[in-house]
């Protein structure tokens, strides 16, 4: 006896169908989508989360780190005494420009001060450790083994013994992560080493970089190298970023496009270099004058005085 | 419950503990930092799978969501983007499960590549709009391994369940 309207009671509860879950499921998915990439409103969940995964990834990267140590262990004594006889004879070829870097650096400082320019800041360096790549396929990322425990703040620039590897992007306890120069959403403002000409270089993936922004008549030459120009205030001036592989100069488009390969190691592992923050650059120069018809703040003050 | 609706054998109930310490040891071996290295099965996306076709009532889109939110933060990505593609997976997988189940076991392996490339596929879309880098087709070669792992994780997933085959004579009935 059901009167109309009112369907009979199901005999299992199994809440709502599932095409309901879904779509609740499917909409709240989406939701969190928006608000990270968007808006970037979800770190301090990743913080606290990551916190407290930490030991439980440190054991999981166990047999891996002891697979690496174990191929390490049989690497042939011949190929050790190779090592150290290579480095030996680099030791030997850099002692001479080590010895009169103390010189230099001295020399450098008195014709600045003579000069009346402001003194190159010095900046202190953590070697830090390069634990895993991390696991995200769309993104190029490594894990090093230093945190804000260790003074890393994000921002920071890292290096390794030939040239710039990438950026401190999000900075945990105990680790950080680090984006490299080839991921895609990576840029860094770099000068051609030869004739100090000023561009963009940004990541374009699968290992590679791309000059950008370059008129096709630009005075680029495949080998030319390109260094930190400094301008952002994030990277030293001067440190060795890449090296032009492959120009493409097409008239039909107005920029050349320019193919570049990173010098430094950024897609090995080992040791890195995080080097501390710079201090803050002056404050860019407004753009418009401002119109003489608003009094600004100051002036109503007087005003009110009088 | 049985291995598969045509055959004879039948299973003794799971164990609720079973189904949280497999989805949790699935977690823990995505856990471990292969870096870019090609043909890796997503565990995690095996086992969720595995258990919304053969226990469609107690594994669902719920604890696929809640898998893919770990595995957002723990894999470094964007926020949301396992759990939409997890939750998507645990629909498809529930709703097939019926079917899928009358089939030799080769054969469930093919009704699962399907699910788990196009869980592969949402993700690369996501993240594609969202400005990311093309990983490779390198990278869809982790579905195919996951789908060759299929015939021995349902003997390991389904031990516990199994019982002797041995005949108590003695038995009443």
Known sequence: MSVVGHAPPPFFKRGPAPLVRLVFFVSLSLVLLVADLRFHTLEWARLAVATAAWPLQRVTGMPIDAAGDFGAYLSRQSTLLKDNEDLRRRQLGTANLLLRQDHLEQENKRLRTLLDMRERQPVEGRIAEILYAARDPFSRRVIIDKGSQHGIAPGNAVVDDIGVIGQVVRVFPLTSEVLLLTDKEQAIPVAVQRNGLRAVLAGAGSGMMELRFLAANAEVQVGDVLVTSGLDGVYLPGLPVAKVTKIDRDSSYSFARIICAPLAGVERHGLALVLGGRSALPPQPEDAPQTPDQPTRGKRVKKKVR | ?173
Not at chain 2, 58 to 80: E, H, P, Q, R, T
Not at chain 2, 144 to 171: M, N, S
């Open chain 2, 1 to 173: 419950m049985q291995p598969t609706h045509s055959s004879r054998r039948i299973l003794l109930p799971v164990r609720n503990w079973f189904i949280v310490l497999t989805l949790v040891l699935a977690l823990v071996l995505n856990l471990v930092p292969f870096g870019r290295f090609p043909g890796i099965p997503d565990w995690v996306a095996l086992v969720l799978a595995f258990w919304c076709i053969h226990q469609p009532l107690k594994v669902g889109m719920a604890a696929g969501f809640m898998l893919g939110l770990a595995m957002d933060v723990a894999d470094a990505s964007v926020m949301g983007q396992h759990a939409l593609a997890y939750v998507l997976l645990a629909y498809f997988a529930a709703g097939w499960s019926r079917r899928v189940l009358w089939f030799p076991l080769a054969q469930q392996a093919l009704h699962v590549l399907p699910m788990l490339l196009g869980m592969q596929l949402v993700m690369l879309v996501t993240r594609m709009i969202a400005g990311a880098e093309f990983p490779g087709v390198l990278w869809f070669l982790s579905s195919i391994t996951a789908t060759l792992l299929w015939h021995p994780i349902t003997y390991l997933l389904l031990t516990p369940q199994f019982q002797p085959e041995d005949k108590d004579v003695h038995r009443p009935i």
